[in-house]
């Protein structure tokens, strides 16, 4: 089993759609796969399979009230999801810091949990980030991204996490980008992907149905896909 958090640094740069997606890609490809609404205070994931109005929630399984198993949506390609709550009150509750211990408990077939990592040095993100054995970033093509994205690197190098790469989201290939080749330099890091700038990522935000499903052609969900390859062709920190 494979546990890897979609971090960043920075806010809005796409690691709650690529967490959805990438989930359908890998249960698509026939991997058992679990993800993770980790943002707990800025709570997201639930709104991409339209599973907000969901009763129980990973809230329940922080502060010791379910178990994991009990939580668990099962949506598109058999992708299963555990949100995390809406209201003030859930979000409250919680004790962020149980995110590994939880995560210790997900069934042994699992071959990946994929963690939706919050933004910024919060708790719950040091938590989220605890919890997971490798990283996956993400950046957009940009000065400000790319630093946070460096800091989200040293957060989780010091805590003892494998980088796989960054993964480079909303490229529009424009005169004023930074390149995939120059971010692979200055980062020292593979660019496992390259996500385009695509409106049909907003288009299926607004029908509450994911990418993957939506528009399974389109530019986005294909590199998505990609991605899911080969992601699964290498092999993890304790393979
Ligand atoms: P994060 O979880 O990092 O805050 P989100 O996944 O919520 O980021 O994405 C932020 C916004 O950017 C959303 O409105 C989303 O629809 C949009 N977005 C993300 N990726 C793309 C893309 N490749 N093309 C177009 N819009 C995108
Ligand atoms: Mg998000």
Do not use: W
């Amino acid at each position: 089993m494979r546990i890897i958090a979609i971090a960043s640094g920075k806010g809005g740069v796409g690691r709650t759609t690529i967490t959805a997606n990438l989930g359908i890609a890998l249960s698509e490809l026939g991997k058992s796969t679990i993800i993770v609404d980790a943002s707990l205070t800025t709570p997201d994931l639930a709104l991409l399979f339209k599973l907000e109005r969901s009763v129980y929630t990973i809230n329940d399984v922080l502060s010791g009230e379910a178990s994991l198993s009990e939580v668990l949506h099962v949506g598109p390609k058999g992708v299963q999801i555990a949100t995390a709550a809406m209201t003030l009150e859930q979000i409250k509750k919680v004790s962020p810091e149980r995110m590994a211990e939880v995560l210790r408990g997900v069934p042994a077939n699992t071959d990946f949990v994929i963690i939706d990592v919050p933004g910024g040095l919060k708790r719950e993100t040091i938590a989220a980030i605890r919890a997971a054995q490798e990283v996956l970033l993400v950046a957009t093509p940009d000065m400000i991204s790319l630093s946070d994205c460096m800091k989200a690197r040293l957060i989780s190098e010091f805590l003892g996490l494998t980088t796989i790469g960054v993964v480079l989201n909303r490229v529009r290939k424009d005169e004023f980008e930074i390149g995939g080749n120059e971010i692979k330099t200055v980062l020292n890091l593979p660019v496992l992907a390259e996500i385009p700038e695509d409106e049909s990522v907003r288009e299926a935000l607004n029908k509450g149905e994911p990418l993957m499903v939506m528009d399974p052609r389109s530019r986005a969900a294909k590199a998505i896909m990609n991605l899911a390859k080969k992601l699964i062709k290498t092999k993890g920190p304790k393979a």
